[in-house]
Each structure stands twice: as structure tokens, then as C-alpha cells.
């Protein structure tokens, strides 16, 4: 019923910017938080940042400053510019965002995009 497919990822060398993009379809009605999560070889998926529908964000302390999270709500659609990365950058970020669908009635859950790598070379 829904689908988030993302796009932007690559390699990069440190210093250098990419900007990922997730985009959500299908039966939505509303969508509350989108957000970055990423997953480095032999480590546990953690939270890069987060978009609330209203406005707020929050991000992990290691990427403040560098990464920034907007979205389109029209277009169902979240970004991630990165700026200055780093090699500890390096991983594969999905997209997760909180849907409420209506399928005859509304049902709310978290779904995810298939991940896109970023690699950064030092």
C-alpha cells in the first residue's frame, strides 16, 4: 500500500556533500515523522535525524551541524543534505517515516525505503 523509494547516494570524497532523497506512495492519508537511520558493516542501525509534520527536527550529535533534514509534505518527500562527510559516514541510510493509511479505515505504522549506500573515501 505504501512505498518509500530513495535516491542520492554514492561515493564522495571527505569534505564533500550528497543530499538523499525519500520519497513516499501509495494510499497515504497523513504522514507525522520521516526520518534517516543508516547502518555501517557489523554495526546496529542507528538514528541519524528526525522530521516531525510541525516543523521539529532532531539529529544525532554526530552529524550536528553537518546534515541537515527538511521535507516536502505536499510531495510526501524527505531530504537529507550532507555536507562535509566523513569516512565514519560511510554506511547504508534508509528512510523510515510514520504513515497513516486509509484502506477503508486508517491505519498508522512505520514503514521503511530499501537504502541507498553512501560511501565516503578518505
Known amino acids: 500500500q505504501v512505498q518509500l523509494v530513495e535516491s542520492g547516494g554514492g561515493l564522495v570524497q571527505a569534505g564533500g556533500s550528497l543530499r538523499l532523497s525519500c520519497a513516499a506512495s501509495g494510499r497515504i492519508f497523513s504522514i507525522n515523522a520521516m526520518g534517516w537511520y543508516r547502518q555501517a558493516p557489523g554495526q546496529q542501525r542507528e538514528l541519524v535525524a528526525t522530521?516531525?509534520?510541525?516543523?521539529?527536527?532532531t539529529y544525532a550529535d554526530s552529524v550536528k551541524g553537518r546534515f541537515t533534514i527538511s521535507r516536502d509534505n505536499t510531495n510526501y518527500t524527505v531530504y537529507l543534505q550532507m555536507n562535509s562527510l566523513k569516512p565514519e559516514d560511510t554506511a547504508v541510510y534508509y528512510c523510515n517515516a510514520h504513515i497513516t493509511v486509509n484502506s477503508g479505515r486508517y491505519d498508522t505504522a512505520a514503514y521503511w525505503g530499501q537504502g541507498t549506500q553512501v560511501t565516503v573515501s578518505s
Open positions: 522530521a516531525i509534520r510541525g516543523g521539529s527536527t
